[in-house]
């Protein structure tokens, strides 16, 4: 306890005495190894260390200010098969610093966020990251409307994967920055509507580099219960660059309780591919997304179903999950098949392990076949 108060008595002294005995901190240490047998086949070694603090700044808990950060290394050997290379990546990155408070307001509450903390829109497919911004919302018992604007310029791009790279950056290690965008957000939501919620959302992204197209998304959510049984959730949101092409993508999960223990889930998403004669661009969004874990990118039309099923007991949770991503070209045509299996344990409440598998099958090119298997673990303190 009095290594903690030395660590932070610069720190605490900034803010009110009355305070001090909410003040909160701690931290995680984590070890990931992933072993891929491909064509070419890979090694990965990484090690982090985060540490965290929470603090309020106004005697009623209102308002406090939050903040983490990180120092990670990942180590990469490729190429085992043949001649090895291997690139060593130093990470050093705050990726939360927050001041977040709220109030009541017109029979609701209104919900204050400011600075660097991570923000997603309405469909998580298009921006689902950290950002440096302000976002102000309001919410009732019927309604929500919220509103965020922010600037991505000096995230650190070893740290957020983004589809644009920054076209000046350096490359140095550490702390690389990102392609600079200004997203801007507009969102409205009903709260309760037969026990449904659904929410229309537009975003903007201004490109702070002429390099780099400007790109606007108009997204739509629905979620609920069925009945007592599961839940479903969808989505669907349409973008473009500049206004000149659009790009289209639609999201669909329904989940089934089987017991007390399981969860079965179907769902599927669709992006768009591209077509000059229709002006149709391939579905891009600001934040990189996975659609399987094949190396092959998809250029077309996709279309990929998938079915899952979780099993959680006690301190275990285990996921499978199989994805077929099917493009419907001339003629309808498998493109590959892809199965993940996530387990996790708590062996005790702050010390966690896990691995993870996957096996993909590329139809089109059997050099894009691959294997792979991690193994992590994660202490808190």
Known sequence: MKLKKIIFAVILLAFNFSVLSAFEWGGLVDDNTKFTAAENPAFSQSN???LWLKTPVTQDGHFYVSAEELYKYKLNLTGLNKTPKSDFINIL???LLKLNGFWEAFKGEMNLNAGRYFFSDNTGAVFSQVSD??????ANNFIGFSLYGGYTGLLNSLNVSMTEKNPDANNKQIYNLCAAFVPVSVKFSLLDFGGFSASVEGDYFISMNEKIKNRAYASLNVAGPISTIGMVNLNFAAGTYEFKELMLFSNVDVNFFAGNLFLIGFGGEYGSGTKAEKKLAAFSPVTSRTIYSGLRPVKYDYIAPRLSGTFVMNNLYAKL???????????????GIDSVLDIKYNIFSDLQVGANGTLYFDFGDKKYNNISFSINAALEF
């Open 93 to 95: 990155d705050v990726d």
């Open 321 to 335: 999950t199989e994805k077929t991503v099917i493009v419907p070209d001339d003629e309808t045509k498998l493109f």
């Open 48 to 50: 982090g260390i985060y």
């Open 133 to 138: 911004g302000i976002g102000l919302s309001y």
